[in-house]
């Protein structure tokens, strides 16, 4: 049974910080490209950040561009998202997904598996 669960979400000042981390298991995890996605109330749910097996190939939306940072630990089985510099409008739901593809999609139908979500709030 594959689960992938996050963690790391709250409440946080604009400008500030936060990490997500989102542990799998039930799956070769190196076998699988990771993304993570959000979505806010009454919008549809984005790509946000996806990174390769092996952390060859990231993309990123623009709308996140440098400010955050989605990175792997094959060893621990768990995908990061970095967040900096919140903005109000980062506010919503992430969650992390699997798909076992080369490399990074940002259609969420291309993923297999998907966590349950963590919230994270952006206070203006």
């Known amino acids: 049974q594959v689960q992938l669960v996050e963690s790391g979400g709250g409440l946080v000042q604009a400008g500030g910080s936060l990490k997500l981390s989102c542990v799998a298991s039930g799956l070769t995890f190196r076998s699988y490209t990771m993304g993570w996605f959000r979505q806010a109330p009454g919008l549809a749910r984005e790509f946000v950040a996806g990174i390769s097996r092996l952390g060859g190939s990231i993309k990123y939306a623009d709308s996140v561009k440098g400010r955050f940072t989605i990175s792997r630990d094959n060893a621990k089985n768990t995908v990061y998202l970095q967040m900096n510099s919140l903005k109000p409008e980062d506010t919503a739901v992430y969650y992390c997904?699997?798909?076992?593809?080369?490399?990074?999609?940002?259609?969420?139908?291309?993923?297999?598996?998907w966590g349950q979500g963590t919230q994270v709030t952006v206070s203006s």
């Open positions: 997904a699997a798909r076992s593809g080369l490399s990074p999609s940002t259609y969420r139908y291309e993923y297999d598996y």
